[in-house]
């Protein structure tokens, strides 16, 4: 095979053309990489544009080392290039082709075609079975009860946790009311030392995350025998630590020496689920999220995502938050959030009624225990229902107001049905996020109407109606509300619900008393300011 000789360098050319090509407007190519033709250059000059070209290559104009290398093994060049010289570009001339580099006569020169190694074709990935995923441990904490079972009892008998705050003097707010626990001890739970230290969002995170735990037949036994670096903390709040921040404030009025040292850590939002893994020893993926009220929602699902890509077999999941505070309250009422129903406290919270006039605060935490099927199945655990899949989106509207035309919740709904594969016509339970305020119950109402509104079996009710708005953990909290409607058969009422809104069907809605339902699939919405959107989807366990 006979070699060209080329007039100007094909394989300069082309090598710089890539290196152009691969700059972002905002980066300035290298000094080599000018279009400038080979033969109008000396020998000296095609040297220095070599040196300078080797020096980009390995890194130094600062836009990272080999990136040269890879561009010649991943990019083709033209077909210029294999009919050229590929020596011209360093200034040898093989026109002299028995000649070395010093004049003298050698024998006859095999020519050698010179062009960049191809990447092998990689063989795809046969495919898996999609790992599936299971609920078997509910952990609550809750204004009306700190067990799952009685929790939901409550919930299905009507009972609601609205009452005056307790914890501090309300008289300068026009909110005087909300869903504060008045009963609560950590004890047995959390180590009393550190009980006394941290934040209470924390100490209703760390107690129901270890009755998910008891809950789901996790015993001493049991933990001896688990992967620890496969079992992972996802459970998230919207606003931390409030108490230890304000009193982190408070006593730098007076010295910064009288801050308690662990003010920050214990005021994050992540330290809840470190402290538990710490606390169990688990060294899966720990961490949590915050998208204000969306929080739950988010842990559950990126949890259970992380067991369907094979990364780990258990998840404790779910959100906390305990803002009933001086700061939290008046920041919600500064919003104009709040209800002021504070003569009548149980009536306060009423999603979808003619005359809602805010949401009612809530705190608490809930915890579910997702494990992988056959994981789960191994150890002989109880199964409460199956985790089907869920979505998210965002309004990119407004910061605490929804979109009016409910556009972000509808495409929510639609991308949780179709990424987890379930038939719009087999969810018949909505655990709705309506939180009791005028725009939010409307939208969110129309939206479901829009994706759902040939289903004449759906049923939709709102845990709020009893327990508040619990922020970062009413999606976690209404999961297991959800959940344990599976599990019972038995939708719990819409308590206040006397005058449905205009456009509201009551028959959609659960009466003012507890309903039998047969549950095909579940969905439960979580909403959160700045526009997060969350759809999650349950189901009864069936063995297939």
């Not at 009685?150 to 609601?160: A, C, I, P, Q």
């Not at 404030?249 to 850590?265: D, G, H, T, W």
């Not at 809930?366 to 199964?383: C, D, F, M, P, Q």
């Not at 819409?494 to 959609?508: A, C």
């Amino acid at each position: 095979m006979v070699v060209a000789s080329a007039v100007a360098s094909p394989l300069c050319t082309w090598l710089v053309a890539t290196c152009m090509s691969s700059f972002s407007g905002d980066q300035p190519p290298p000094p080599a990489a000018k279009m400038v033709s080979v033969k109008r250059l000396s020998r000296s000059a095609r040297r220095k544009m070599l040196t300078e070209c080797k020096s980009f290559s390995s890194g130094g104009y600062g836009y990272g080392g080999g990136l040269m290398t890879s561009l010649m093994t991943s990019l083709e060049p033209c077909d210029e290039f294999y009919k050229s010289d590929p020596l011209s570009m360093f200034g040898l001339n093989t026109r002299r082709k028995n000649t070395n580099l010093h004049g003298k006569k050698i024998g006859k020169t095999m020519a050698i075609a010179v062009q960049p190694a191809k990447e092998p074709t990689t063989k795809k990935k046969p495919v898996t079975k999609k790992r599936r995923v299971v609920v078997t441990g509910l952990g609550v904490v809750s204004p009306v009860g700190h067990v799952a079972d009685e929790f939901y009892e409550n919930l299905l008998n009507g009972v609601s946790g609205i009452s005056e705050i307790e914890s501090f003097n309300c008289d300068q707010f026009p909110t005087k009311i909300a869903g504060e626990i008045k009963s609560f001890s950590a004890d047995g739970w959390v180590a009393p030392k550190l009980s006394r230290r941290v934040d209470k969002f924390m100490l209703y995170l760390l107690t129901a995350g270890k009755k998910a735990l008891e809950d789901g037949g996790v015993t001493e036994d049991v933990m001896k025998e688990l992967d620890i670096a496969r079992c992972g903390v996802l459970i998230g709040s919207a606003l931390g630590g409030m108490k230890v921040f304000q009193d982190g404030i408070e006593a730098l009025r007076i010295s910064y020496k009288k801050m308690n040292p662990f003010c920050v850590p214990f005021a994050t939002t992540n330290m809840g689920s470190a402290i538990l893994a710490m606390d169990l020893g688990w060294m899966g993926p720990n961490y949590s999220i915050s998208t204000a009220c969306a929080t739950g929602n988010f842990c559950i699902l990126n949890a259970a995502n992380h067991i369907i890509r094979g990364e780990t077999d258990m998840m404790l999941s779910g959100g906390s938050d305990a803002a009933i505070i001086p700061i939290g309250l008046g920041g919600f009422v500064a919003c104009n959030s709040l209800s002021e129903r504070n003569n009548d406290p149980t009536k306060a919270s009423r999603p979808w009624d003619a005359s809602r006039d805010g949401f009612v605060m809530g705190e608490g935490a809930g915890v579910l225990l997702l494990e992988e099927l056959e994981h789960a199945k191994a150890r002989g655990a109880k199964i409460y229902a199956e985790f089907m899949g869920g979505s998210f989106t965002c309004d990119a509207y407004h910061m605490i107001e929804p979109h009016p035309d409910g556009t972000g919740i509808t495409l929510c709904i639609e991308k949780a049905l179709s990424q987890s594969g379930v038939a719009r016509e087999d969810v018949n339970y909505i655990n709705a996020h309506a939180t009791s305020t005028p725009s939010g119950d409307l939208n969110e109402y129309e939206a479901i109407v829009r994706c759902f509104g040939e289903n004449s079996e759906l049923k939709i009710n709102s845990t709020k109606s009893m327990i508040g708005h619990l922020l970062g953990a009413s999606g976690a909290v209404e999961a297991v509300a959800t959940v344990k409607a599976i599990q019972t058969g038995w939708l719990h009422p819409n308590i206040n619900l006397e005058n449905p809104d205009v456009g509201v069907d009551k028959n959609v809605l659960v009466g003012g008393t507890k309903e039998r339902c047969d549950i095909k699939v579940a969905l439960s919405n979580s909403f959160g300011f700045g526009g997060h959107n969350s759809s999650i989807l349950f189901a009864p366990y069936k063995d297939q």
